[in-house]
T-cell receptor
């Protein structure tokens, strides 16, 4: 069964550094998403992406965050200058179309030191 | 704003016991409702969904009914197995929005 893959599984970065989290969505899916889960808290929506642009974003997704689909397969989340509070599990998801079930990757655990 | 509240865990049951995990929601529109499951070391997997009032979602012996009058979507299973041990998340998406709003998750442990 096709799946969403995320790399790396664990990323450790110094505060203030830039980090890029990578995702390969399911190949025929058109909608892409990022969520995060801070330890002990809820899974929170960050952003959705369709047709090469952001379709919806949360208030968490401020100017230090950006997303990109640099080629036909990858979908990336960049955090420009990381803060301690960015430490979380980041999940990528994709869906075949609007309103269809979202399929999640296994997540990248981001630790900011 | 929209929100989901689910019962705090952890929940520990013996094999073949009956499971209920409560979930209630607050939404301004007419949301779709979901249960996701996360097995250890894995991502979130869609377990079941319901898109309108009185719909019943079901999968792998799990069921949940969309109750508009009580704004609830409780997850039930008649006889749990050790392999059902996981974290269960209730979620909603409102009409016209792509984002999923999740509850905090309930960890279920089933002992043999």
């Amino acid at each position: 069964e096709p799946e969403v893959t995320q790399t790396p599984s664990h990323q450790v970065t110094q505060m203030g550094q830039e980090v890029i989290l990578r995702c390969v969505p399911i190949s025929n899916h058109l909608y892409f998403y990022w969520y995060r889960q801070i330890l002990g808290q809820k899974v929170e929506f960050l952003v959705s992406f369709y047709n090469n642009e952001i379709s919806e974003k949360s208030e968490i997704f401020d100017d230090q965050f950006s997303v990109e689909r640099p080629d036909g397969s990858n979908f990336t989340l960049k955090i420009r200058s990381t803060k301690l509070e960015d430490s979380a599990m980041y999940f990528c998801a994709s869906s075949v179309n609007s309103g269809q079930p979202q399929h999640f990757g296994d997540g990248t655990r981001l630790s900011i030191l | 704003g929209n929100s989901v509240t689910q019962m705090e865990g952890p929940v520990t049951l013996s094999e073949e016991a009956f499971l209920t995990i409560n979930c209630t929601y607050t939404a301004t529109g007419y949301p779709s409702l979901f249960w996701y499951v996360q097995y250890p070391g894995e991502g979130l997997q869609l377990l079941l969904k319901a898109t309108k009032a009185d719909d019943k979602g079901s999968n792998k012996g799990f069921e949940a009914t969309y109750r508009k009058e009580t704004t609830s979507f409780h997850l039930e299973k008649g006889s749990v197995q050790v392999s059902d041990s996981a974290v269960y998340f209730c979620a909603l998406s409102d009409f016209g929005s792509e984002k999923l709003v999740f509850g905090k998750g309930t960890k279920l442990t089933v002992n043999p």
